[in-house]
């Protein structure tokens, strides 16, 4: 399974950036999928997830309101749009899968998602 994440890139302060992630090299369609974040010196951090093809989006605190996650089945992509976007928004931002269902409360934990993608660097200026 390959995840390409791109879309990153220097922004300013209240601007925003549209994250894409194609996956592809599977036999069957995965279940859930997420996009984390991380940021020099802190520990992975669950931004946005959606558990099933049937499930809504779940978001971190500090993004809901902002962000929004959103996949295309047929074309086997996920997106994060990003508005308003802040200095504390600064991170690589990672994009994963999962070719089960999890619960609501794993959704936004990294130790429940088998397949990262190599991550794409987003920098907001102040």
């Known amino acids: 399974v390959q995840l390409q994440a791109s879309g990153g890139g220097l922004v300013q302060v209240g601007g925003s950036l549209r994250l894409s992630c194609a996956a592809s090299?599977?036999?069957?369609?995965?279940?859930?999928v997420a996009w984390f974040r991380q940021a020099p010196g802190k520990e992975r951090e669950g931004v946005s997830c959606?558990?099933?093809?049937?499930?809504?989006?779940t978001y971190a605190d500090s993004v809901k309101g902002r962000f929004t996650i959103s996949r295309d089945n047929a074309k086997n992509t996920m997106y994060l749009q990003m508005n308003r976007l802040k200095p504390e928004d600064t991170a690589v931002y990672y994009c994963?899968?999962?070719?089960?269902?999890?619960?609501?409360?794993?959704?936004?934990?990294?130790?429940?998602?088998?397949?990262w993608g190599q991550g794409t660097q987003v920098t907001v200026s102040s």
């Open positions: 994963v899968v999962r070719f089960t269902r999890i619960v609501l409360s794993a959704c936004l934990h990294p130790s429940s998602y088998n397949y």
């Open positions: 090299g599977f036999a069957s369609d995965y279940n859930s």
């Open positions: 959606i558990r099933s093809f049937t499930s809504g989006p």
